[in-house]
Each structure stands twice: as C-alpha cells, then as structure tokens.
C-alpha cells in the first residue's frame, strides 16, 4: 500500500479556539450560521481566500474531510432505514470515479451511518463517504441506491491511517484538507496523521465548557507528548484577522 496522502488541517476559529458557537448549534443552522458570520471583520474572507489559494498553489488538493458532526449532533444515532442487504466491499462507481468533470472529493466520516444526503456535490466536486465494518449494513445499500461512493477501513470505527492511504491508492487523492470540527481533528492529532496546521482565528472570545475546539478528543495519556509546531508564515490584517501557517515538528 502507497504512503498516505499530505493532511493539511485548515480551519478557522475564534482566537479562543472554539469553531462553533455552542454545543450542538451546527454552523449549517441559520441561527448559528449567521451568528458565526457576523463575528467575521472584513478582513476575514480575504484572508480565508488567500489561504484557499495557498493551498491549491501548494498541493492542488484532491479532498476535502468532513465529520458527521459537520452535518448532526452529537446524540444522533444511525439513521432509519428499512433492512437490506449490502457489501462491505468498497463502491466506487465509475459514473462518478471516472467523470471527465470530476475535480475534488468531499469526504465524510461516518462510520455510524447517521447522515441523510439531499445534495451529493456539484461543480465537479463529489461526495465520498468513508465507512467502517461497523457500519450499518442498510446505511451502505442507502448510498449504493443514491450511487454515493463510500470506502471502508477499519472494524469497530473508521481507521483514518488506512483509509487516507485507500483513498490514494484506490482514487489517487495526493492532499486532503481537513476543514472539520474538533472530533475529527483530534482524532488525526492523535494518531499523528497531519502535516500542516493553517488557523485563521477572528477577534472574538466565545468560551463555555463544551464547546468545539480546534481540536477535541481524548486526553493526552501519561507520558505522551503534545504535538509540537514549527510557525511557517504568520499575517495579521488591519481589523484583527490572523493567518497562521504551521508544519507538525517531527
């Protein structure tokens, strides 16, 4: 099996860490989407392009990462479906694999088989869902029904190790930008799976215990080390906006 493809952690955050603005309130809501948007000072979305921009002069990234929590709260279980039969064989259909308009993959974890999709890409970027063999079998015959792509690497949970490194052999996918929330970021951290860090942080305090951060997910166990940075390139604009570039110091 090829190396994994480069991590690249990209998100954008208040400058005490939090990436969301409370406990289950999804930036895709209405309510908290324009909560989290009003805290942006004008100089938050030429930043956020300029580094969108970086990174596609850098490494012309293939995928973009997403967790289920981007799309359902926490105390969502597996979604409803109807019992069917299905493969934990990888589905990657050729329609879509092999579209001459294909450009990017947005890749979700959702090993629990919790998301109900209504759109599956558009402009040349397609959904790609990353399962486990826990996963419901009747969630995998829901995707195969929609024709949504879906991989499969680990047992009991997703195994981020061996699915970035399926995604490259089976799709070619050389960089994977992960622009998600805590839980998945933390699970990356952890299993020293990411190359470089790129924060914006905005000028605003959020707080309260609970609340998502850049990166959430189990403690540090006796013994091991934090994660050391080496600071790349750092800007600032005029109303408080800071661009950060770091790499992981191994």
């Not at 999804?26 to 324009?34: F, I, R, Y």
């Not at 991989?151 to 699915?163: F, I, P, S, T």
């Not at 998600?180 to 790129?198: P, W």
Request: glycine share 10%; aromatic share 6%.
């Amino acid at each position: 099996m090829s190396a994994r493809p480069r991590v690249v952690v990209s998100v954008a955050a208040s400058v005490d860490g939090r990436v969301t603005v409370g406990r289950d309130r999804l930036l895709l809501s209405d309510e908290a989407g324009q909560l989290w948007r009003s805290l942006w000072p004008e100089g938050f979305v030429p930043a956020h392009d300029a580094r969108t921009a970086l990174l596609e002069k850098l490494y012309a990234p293939t995928a973009i990462l997403e967790g289920s929590g981007t799309f359902v709260t926490a105390d969502s279980g597996p979604l409803e479906l109807p019992e069917a039969t299905s493969s934990y064989d990888d589905f990657l259909p050729d329609d879509v694999v092999n579209d001459p308009g294909h450009r990017k993959w947005f890749t979700v974890v959702d090993s629990r088989g919790r998301v109900l999709w209504t759109e599956k890409g558009g402009a040349g970027i397609d959904l790609l869902v990353l399962a486990s063999r826990a996963t419901p079998m009747a969630y995998l015959a829901y995707l195969r029904r929609k024709n949504i792509p879906y991989l499969v690497a680990g047992e009991d949970h997703v195994d981020l190790d061996l699915a970035l490194r399926r995604m490259r052999d089976r799709l070619g996918v050389t960089c994977v930008v992960s622009e998600a929330g805590g839980g998945l970021n933390g699970a990356l951290l952890r299993a020293d799976l990411i190359d470089e860090l790129h924060l914006i942080l905005f000028p605003a305090a959020i707080g309260g215990a609970g609340v998502p951060t850049v990166f959430d997910g189990p403690e540090l166990e006796p013994g091991a080390l934090p994660t050391r940075l080496r600071l790349i390139s750092s800007s600032t604009t005029a109303d408080g906006v800071v661009s950060l570039r770091y790499e992981i110091a191994r």
